[in-house]
């Protein structure tokens, strides 16, 4: 059973960065694509920032964290990161990973919590 474990996540003012981190228990990460989604409370979930398998040459990014967000991968490590800057309280959410699939595939972890406000 995979298993998806999100961190990083806390409280930061309009601005500010986080790091969130992703540990997937998988053998061979490299030959999975794989995503970063949120949901908002209210919201569905949606797609933040995906990126591709291998060594990540190719990346993707929702229009709203473009510029302000970057998604990279440690495959020795089993982990995929996504780098936060800028952040706004809009980006507030509950930030998970999962592979790189259309629709994700239903292995959800925790999520981690990501809040922004002054």
């Known amino acids: 059973q995979v298993q998806l474990v999100e961190s990083g996540g806390g409280l930061v003012q309009p601005g500010g960065s986080l790091r969130l981190s992703c540990a997937i228990s998988?053998?061979?990460?490299?030959?999975?694509?794989m995503a970063w989604y949120r949901q908002a409370p209210g919201k569905q979930r949606e797609l933040v920032a995906g990126i591709s398998s291998g060594s990540g040459t190719s990346t993707d990014y929702a229009d709203s964290v473009k510029g302000r967000f970057t998604i990279s991968r440690d495959n020795a490590k089993n982990t995929v990161y996504l780098q936060m800057n800028s952040l706004k309280p809009e980006d507030a959410a509950v930030y998970y990973c999962?592979?790189?699939?259309?629709?994700?595939?239903?292995?959800w972890g925790q999520g981690t919590q990501v809040t922004v406000s002054s």
């Open positions: 998988v053998r061979f990460l490299s030959i999975y694509a």
């Open positions: 999962n592979f790189y699939t259309n629709p994700p595939r239903d292995v």
